[in-house]
């Protein structure tokens, strides 16, 4: 399939750079295809921004960053109009926002006002200053990088913020054997440097169209609903996961599914897919924190617990 050898070349060239970090070059393609954001969560110095910087090369991208501080203001991101006294008239100067790829850098770092003026963009794929709608250029991905938040000087995100991200993942550290790999291309150059484009922004375009195209079955809807469900009824889940939840699992795995080179979906994609969707969009009752529960303990318990659709692999 000509598109899985598209979307299978940028993975292999973000390995170029992340060494051992496959499956988050993957998860990154996949919300790219399904033009959704990704909130990457670690601690610093593990390559969080050479990921973006990657993926921004591997598609020929306008790439912008945007580093969060507590100083920030909202018209350091979105942009600002200015008067200009010669013609007297306001010109608007955009913001880093108005890019393709968006590296928002330590976005916990920054106070929620500021925060909150990456909402509309990631969900509309627009700004609003003085009244007038502008509209972001296709394709518009924003993967945010946040330090623990046990980390000082961090905000939490709100919960709606929290919902505009289509996954959440962490890198974790690199094994021994990758890291000195890291260092041995790292000896003379920044990978980075060499790395070269392997598809257009054209070509993105109509691969993330393509995803719309992947076949979802009644029986994988019903999977996907009930897990949300689930989620909600769930004793220790204070809040569980919207209907914007359901939506955003679903348009995962028709991203996931074509990268895998098919034109349906499999159970087992949800079953993949579903920690990644539902983790930060999932709070627990605080008497369930307290005994070292996690989100994640919670949603492998139910999708143990809930039976898996089967049916002929040609009739899903």
Same mark, same amino acid.
């Given at each position: ?16 750079? =992340? ?12 919300? &790219? ?17 050479? =990921? @973006? ?11 912008? !960053?945007?580093?969060?501080? /507590? ?9 600002? %109009? ?15 926002? =108005?890019?393709? $790829? ?26 609003? $200053? ?27 995100? /709100? ?39 392997? $598809? ?13 195209? @992947? ?12 897990? %949300?469900?689930?989620? !909600? ?19 995962? @795995? ?27 969009? $999932? ?5 369930? !924190? ?12 139910? &999708? ?11 009739? &899903?």
């Amino acid at each position: 399939m000509e598109a899985q050898q598209k979307l299978q070349a940028i993975v292999h060239n973000i390995e170029k750079v =992340m060494i051992g970090k496959k499956h988050i070059a993957e998860l990154s393609v996949v919300a &790219l295809l399904a033009q959704g954001h990704i909130l990457l969560e670690d601690v610093p110095g593990v390559g969080k921004t050479m =990921m @973006v910087r990657a993926l921004a090369k591997s598609v020929n991208a306008d790439f912008k !960053r945007i580093q969060f501080t /507590p100083d920030l203001l909202p018209s350091d991101v979105v942009g600002v %109009s200015i008067y200009n006294p010669k013609d007297m008239e306001f010109h608007f100067r955009p913001g880093p926002i =108005m890019g393709n $790829i968006i590296l928002a850098d330590e976005i916990n770092r920054t106070s929620p006002k500021t925060q909150a003026a990456l909402l509309e963009a990631m969900e509309e794929a627009s700004v609003t $200053i003085d009244g007038k709608t502008l509209q972001i250029s296709k394709p518009f991905f924003v993967m945010a990088t946040q330090n623990p938040i046990d980390y000082e000087g961090t905000y939490p995100l /709100p919960e709606a913020q929290l919902d505009r991200f289509l996954l959440k993942m962490k890198m974790g550290y690199p094994t021994k054997m990758d890291e000195v790999e890291i260092l041995r291309r790292a000896e003379r150059e920044s990978p980075l440097n060499a790395l070269q484009s392997v $598809i257009t922004i054209d070509e993105l375009i109509l691969l993330q169209n393509e995803v719309n195209e @992947v076949a979802v079955s009644d029986m994988i809807k019903d999977y996907i609903v009930t897990l %949300s469900q689930k989620t !909600r009824e769930h004793p220790a889940v204070y809040l569980g996961v919207s209907p914007r939840a359901s939506i955003a699992l679903m348009k995962a @795995v028709q991203a996931y599914a074509l990268l895998k080179g098919r034109t349906y979906v499999r159970p087992d994609d949800v079953q993949y897919l579903a920690p990644y969707v539902f983790a930060h969009r $999932i709070l627990l009752k605080p008497e369930i !924190r307290y005994d070292s529960v996690t989100v994640e303990d919670i949603i492998g318990r139910i &999708l143990i617990n809930t039976a898996v659709p089967v049916r002929k692999m040609d009739q &899903l």
